[in-house]
């Protein structure tokens, strides 16, 4: 099994950056796929990136061209770099960590952006 733990949130306006931060622990030599998700207010969960362990990526139509999801294995981390943000990216985002049997999620971390 493994745990994700994720960092990096905050409070930032809007057209700025922020990078968040997961590092998995645990059972890491079968670490899969990894990806970001968020909920905002009111609304259920979505898929923001994903990010397989051979490296390949897929994105949110609303974020592509805005975040970049990578991928350090020695490190056991994944991180999202979240560019040109809007108020409408604010929400708890959640690391999602999967190995072949099973999945985690972490405790999240608050992005707000303001107008």
Same mark, same amino acid.
């Given at each position: ?9 905050? =409070? ?7 990078? =968040? ?58 991180? =999202?770099?979240?560019?040109? =943000? ?30």
């Amino acid at each position: 099994q493994v745990q994700p733990v994720e960092s990096g949130g905050g =409070l930032v306006q809007a057209g700025g950056s922020l990078r =968040l931060s997961c590092e998995v622990s645990g059972s890491t030599f079968r670490l899969g796929t990894v990806g970001w998700y968020r909920q905002a207010p009111g609304k259920q969960r979505e898929l923001v990136a994903v990010i397989t362990s051979g490296g390949s990526t897929n994105y949110a139509e609303s974020v592509k061209g805005r975040f970049t999801i990578t991928r350090d294995n020695a490190k056991n981390t994944v991180s =999202l770099q979240m560019n040109s =943000l809007k108020p409408e990216d604010t929400a708890v985002y959640y690391c999602r960590a999967a190995t072949s049997a099973s999945f985690s999620w972490g405790q999240g971390t608050q992005v707000t952006v303001s107008s």
